[in-house]
Nanobody, 124 residues
């Protein structure tokens, strides 16, 4: 059974950087698209970034472009989200998802598995 475990969240000052990690297990991920979404209190889950495991092609939401970088380590079955120039509005729980469909990386309804999330708090 596929399991996704996020880690690396925490408290950071505005303008700072943070890297969060998603460790995947229980499956063969070469056919998956791996995505990061975030959810702030009272808001819907929002697409941040995704990466095709097979092609290594990244996709970014508008809020992530130019500040966040998604990457993967096939040997470790791990996906990373490097976040820089963080803003208070980036504060949210960040979720890792795995999708067997590659055509809609920004559509949360296309993701088959989710982790429990990791809290990222950016102070002003």
């Amino acid at each position: 059974q596929v399991q996704l475990v996020e880690s690396g969240g925490g408290l950071v000052q505005a303008g700072g950087s943070l890297r969060i990690t998603c460790a995947a297990s229980g499956g063969t991920f070469t056919s998956y698209t791996m995505g990061w979404f975030r959810q702030a209190p009272g808001k819907e889950r929002e697409f941040v970034a995704a990466i095709s495991w097979s092609s290594d092609r990244p996709y970014y939401g508008d809020g992530a472009k130019g500040r966040f970088t998604i990457s993967r380590d096939s040997a470790k079955n791990t996906v990373y989200l490097q976040m820089s120039s963080l803003k208070p509005e980036d504060t949210a729980v960040y979720f890792c998802g795995a999708s067997l469909t590659s055509f809609w990386p920004d559509d949360r309804t296309k993701y088959d598995y989710w982790g429990q999330g990791t809290q990222v708090t950016v102070s002003s």
